[in-house]
């Protein structure tokens, strides 16, 4: 069973195409990764399945649970069950880590929240009542966005990996979440440039330049990645022989 399909998305901004008739199929409880080098389209993908602000698809659709969400808003997807762990974590002075967890529950739940810490690997105890603020480090932030991820209990999450991301958050604690999220009935996708991190997933689709160019096993599209993306072959580099 699908838990979303995208069928011919475009996606053109400020006068440049991202996306070109991107077709992409996740299965309900799985984890799908998208992989790819930067500027390939993935977090615009992302931001666009979201219904995120300006990002307004010129053709195709998006159908979420066997229904059509294109033209729906951010709260009206979110209420579905499909939610999105951003690129930076934002920061939130005044509000502390416990109402910002509790932020989207329906209905505040304290041993959930501590569960949701626990599946991050922080102590609840050490940050239930710090403020989410500049006090705590890049990857102290990301982890609690990712425990309010986990306390949604959505259907579907869209973890975009940080352009550092295995410097914030460590492997093993990106294979922790996701095995937590499973355990909760949550499917994945997942956004990254590594394909290290891809092979955590199910299935890998490649993307470049806007558009999926092969899918499969993780260990097969990764290998093809690193072999053939890596440099990227659509960019132009400087040679040695100009001087470089």
């Keep these: 069973m699908e838990?979303?399909?995208?069928?011919?998305?475009?996606?053109?901004?400020?006068?440049?195409?991202?996306?070109?008739?991107?077709?992409?199929?996740?299965?309900?409880?799985?984890?799908?990764?998208?992989?790819?080098?930067?500027?390939?389209?993935k977090s615009s993908l992302a931001y666009l399945i979201m219904g995120c602000c300006d990002y307004i698809a010129q053709s195709g659709k998006?159908?979420?649970?066997?229904?059509?969400?294109?033209?729906?808003?951010?709260?009206?997807?979110?209420?579905?069950?499909?939610?999105?762990?951003?690129?930076?974590?934002?920061?939130?002075?005044?509000?502390?880590?416990?109402?910002?967890i509790a932020v989207g529950m329906k209905e505040k739940d304290n041993s959930l929240i501590e569960r949701a810490l626990h599946s991050v690997l922080l102590e609840p105890r050490d940050y239930l009542d710090r403020q989410v603020d500049k006090t705590l480090s890049g990857g102290e932030r990301k982890r609690i966005e990712l425990a309010a991820v986990f306390a949604l209990q959505p259907k579907l999450a869209i973890l975009d990996e940080p352009d550092s991301g295995i410097d914030i958050l460590a492997l093993d604690n990106i294979i922790g979440m996701i095995k937590e999220l499973r355990k909760q009935g949550t499917s994945v996708l997942l956004i990254t440039h590594r394909e290290e991190v891809s092979e955590i997933a199910d299935v890998t689709s490649l993307m470049c330049s806007g558009t999926i160019v092969k899918e499969g096993r993780p260990e097969e599209v990764g290998r093809y990645f690193k072999e053939k993306c890596i440099p990227c072959p659509t960019k132009v580099y400087p040679s040695k022989e100009n001087g470089v």
């Design 62 to 100: 998006i159908l979420f649970l066997g229904e059509d969400i294109t033209g729906l808003s951010v709260s009206k997807r979110a209420k579905m069950g499909l939610t999105l762990a951003w690129q930076e974590p934002a920061r939130f002075e005044g509000l502390t880590v416990r109402d910002y």
């Design 3 to 41: 838990i979303l399909r995208i069928e011919k998305i475009s996606l053109s901004m400020e006068g440049r195409q991202i996306l070109k008739e991107l077709n992409l199929s996740v299965k309900a409880g799985t984890v799908h990764s998208i992989l790819g080098s930067n500027a390939a389209g």
